[in-house]
């Protein structure tokens, strides 16, 4: 899977959050997405497209090509945990619905910056189907396994 992330700053260098782009500013973020960081890579009929607090991220299968290019070691390494929940899902085509790539259903907030109430690292309230899912995805260390046709 590809993942590429975008954010935008104002004139004077301060983040500006994505709760409150505008429309405008969400095309351009997709256009950057999609047209520049991941340009050429992976397989564009599967992506998800979602937000953070301060991105904009997609997701993007791999294709089987580029799949060949990874190393084994890659795959003979051991998981160490995934990411954290979605603030929204913005679309997604081609990928399954999965509950742990959902956003938690009542998230808590971690303050970034005292002053901006609007910048926050969405912590999991562990309870909903979303964070149950997540949490036992962290903790069965699957290994990865080379997909074969």
């Known amino acids: 899977m590809w993942l590429a992330s975008v954010s935008l700053r104002d004139r004077r260098g301060d983040i500006i959050g994505t709760a409150k782009w505008s429309p405008r500013q969400w095309k351009h973020a997709e256009w950057l997405l999609k047209n520049v960081a991941l340009k050429n890579a992976g397989d564009e009929s599967r992506e998800r497209m979602f937000r953070m607090c301060i991105t904009a991220c997609l997701h993007r299968g791999i294709r089987d090509d580029e799949l060949d290019q990874i190393p084994q070691w890659w795959f003979d390494a051991e998981a160490i945990d995934i990411a954290g929940g979605p603030i929204e899902i913005l679309y997604a085509k081609g990928v ?8 938690c259903h009542h998230p808590r907030k971690q303050l970034i910056d005292l002053r901006r109430t609007d910048l926050y690292f969405p912590r999991d309230c562990g309870e909903c189907p979303p964070c149950v899912a997540r949490a036992s995805v962290r903790t069965c260390n699957i290994p990865l396994v080379r997909p074969t046709a």
């Open 96 to 103: 399954p619905d999965i509950e742990s790539a959902k956003p």
